[in-house]
């Protein structure tokens, strides 16, 4: 089922890209935008439009929207390596394990995180979208490591300041195929959704900024161990900045790793764990919480320095 929409294009839009104005206009994203356009479902004065075409002021668009999904819910399930690693009345910090999503998403069917506390009985914020309270930040499914859940609407409410206003200090370790010329250095470059594959980000001209700052930490033949501060955080950063400067994350094959490393490794996933966090407590006082490496991407970095030895 969809929802047909007929409008004029206001005077306020005029002379707007499709994606841009589209967004203003009916309160969806760019990029969902772009995917209508894609599809055919934009049309200006009866023609198809593309995302970059430029709206004219009293042109007739017609937009096709699916019909909007119920909303998710989340399901009380034990997860099985969630480690909760700090938890008082205002947070609870959990170490990720791999195979994990933060909240329910359209389409996944596997644990989250979410769902794993409300099995441990922990109550958390009722803040936000049904499916995501008290998440004030995510990591990918195929990401381990360290993140905070607010359990409070006064933390919620902090966290998220926090991590708009970029005060928390978020440190990732990854293990990046050859070697970062230079070894310390920052990445920026705006990412947005890739051109051609829904399910990919990439470095896009006019995308969201984005900006990676990293210092290699020890060198193998084959590869590098760095650690990682983001100063944003754009979905796959880290993984789409490195890729672009052609040292991917090693298993990392959605974004060009070399297969031959990962199984030489013995990695089946990307080098790429959210090592610590630090950020203002909403209660007061600056509080770090550190994650240790999961076995294995631990056994990775043991034959990376065998190899070498």
């Known amino acids: ?34 995917s209508l356009a894609e599809s055919g479902d934009v049309l200006i004065d009866g023609s198809p439009a593309g995302k970059s075409d430029r709206l004219v002021a009293g042109a007739w668009l017609e937009v096709t929207l699916p019909t909007a999904r119920p909303p998710l819910q989340v ?36 644990p ?14 009722t803040s936000g979208a049904a499916e995501r309270q008290g998440v004030v930040h995510r990591l990918d499914a195929g990401t381990t490591g360290v993140m905070v859940v607010a359990k409070s609407e006064h933390a919620y409410s902090v966290l998220k300041r926090a991590f708009k206003e970029r005060t928390v200090d978020k440190r990732y370790h ?5 070697h970062p010329d230079p070894s310390r250095g920052t990445i920026d470059a ?43 955080g754009r979905t796959h950063q880290i993984r789409v900045h490195f890729a672009a400067i052609r040292h991917p994350c090693v298993g990392d094959l959605t974004y060009g790793a070399d297969p031959v490393l990962a199984r030489r490794l013995g990695i089946t996933r990307q080098w790429l764990h959210a090592r610590s966090l630090s950020f203002e407590h909403p209660a007061g006082g ?5 994650s240790e490496y999961p076995a294995d991407l631990q056994h990775a970095l043991d034959a990376l320095r065998d190899q070498d030895s």
């Open 1 to 34: 089922m969809s929802d047909l929409r007929t409008l004029p294009v206001p005077e306020g839009l005029d002379g707007m890209r499709v994606d841009a104005g589209l967004s203003k206009l009916l309160g969806l994203s760019r990029s969902a935008i772009a």
């Open 75 to 110: 399901v009380p399930v034990p997860v099985e390596g969630l480690k909760i690693l700090h938890e008082d009345d205002e947070i609870v910090v959990v170490d990720k394990p791999i195979g994990v999503a933060v909240h329910p998403s359209p389409g996944w069917e596997g």
């Open 112 to 125: 989250t995180v979410v769902g794993g506390l409300a099995a441990a009985g922990v109550r958390i914020a």
């Open 174 to 178: 990854a293990v990046v195929q050859g």
């Open 190 to 232: 705006p990412i947005d959704r890739h051109p051609r594959h829904d399910y990919k980000f990439a470095v896009v001209t006019g995308g969201k900024p984005s900006i990676t700052h990293y210092e290699t930490v020890e060198a193998f033949r084959a590869a590098s161990l760095v650690d990682v501060k983001l100063e944003t």
């Open 286 to 290: 600056w509080v770090t919480f550190d």
